[in-house]
């Protein structure tokens, strides 16, 4: 990663160029301020956390079990919601 100053990529906004090959760290005041990423390392890592997301969920209902979803699996009472 590399780190940059805000001074330097107002100054130098070429920089920004190398945001393909690296992740790019903005500071202010000697304190980290923002991380610059390339849309396809963005995309890769909203599309990890969606995965994730989801799993999570699906294993929730799988924990829940039928006993918790009134003896009912979780199929069935998708049908039964979709018939309503």
Wanted: proline letters at 1%; charged letters at 30%; aromatic letters at 4%.
């Amino acid at each position: 990663m590399l780190t940059i100053t805000s001074t330097q990529i107002k100054q130098q906004i070429h920089l920004l160029d190398r945001v393909n090959e690296e992740e790019l760290l903005l500071t202010k005041r000697d304190k980290p301020f923002a991380v610059i990423i390339s849309i396809d390392r963005y995309n890769e890592l909203i599309g990890e956390n969606k995965k994730i997301q989801i799993d999570k969920k699906l294993k929730a209902l799988e924990l829940l079990g039928s006993y918790e979803l009134g003896g009912n699996s979780y199929g069935q009472i998708k049908a039964e919601l979709s018939d309503a």
